[in-house]
């Protein structure tokens, strides 16, 4: 089971490692992450498909590489299928990312999923790729990069 306060390390993981003010949090669900970001100061915007979310910005519809940068960071907490987009996005703009992988999207194990994912991202040109870890129980290691 994950921890409940997963948001919350997250949100306190980016602030202090990435100077970004506008982030966009892809595939985040209700909005818990953009929550916990804009307490910390951050303008955020919310992308994904769900019906029912909290009061914040939320873009109900599917990320795509099409959409508009109006980011410092790319996200994404447990983004499932949405974590390679993420990772080709901040490549494409040259932004840095952050993310919690879950799952993978082409049935590897999750060790597997995490190696295949940082030798993606330095392979998409980031010069810094590295992870690290969540004070959590379940899925908690991060991966991030940028230029």
Request: aromatic fraction near 12%.
């Amino acid at each position: 089971m994950a921890d409940l306060q997963r948001f919350t390390y997250f949100a306190h993981f980016i602030s202090k490692r990435f100077e970004a003010p506008r982030v966009f949090d892809v595939a985040g669900g209700m909005g818990k992450l953009n929550v916990e970001l804009t307490t910390l100061g951050h303008h955020v915007t919310t992308f994904d498909k769900r019906h029912k979310h909290l009061p914040v910005p939320y873009a109900q519809r599917e990320f795509t590489l099409g959409e508009p940068c109006e980011a410092d960071i790319v996200v994404g907490m447990h983004p499932d299928g949405a974590t390679r987009v993420i990772i080709e996005y901040a490549a494409h703009h040259r932004l840095p990312f952050a993310v919690v992988p879950c799952c993978s999207d082409n049935s590897m194990s999750y060790k597997q999923w995490m190696r295949f994912l940082g030798e993606y991202a330095t392979s998409l040109g980031f010069t810094e790729v590295a992870e690290d870890l969540l004070p959590m129980r379940g899925r908690a290691r991060i991966l991030f990069g940028r230029f």
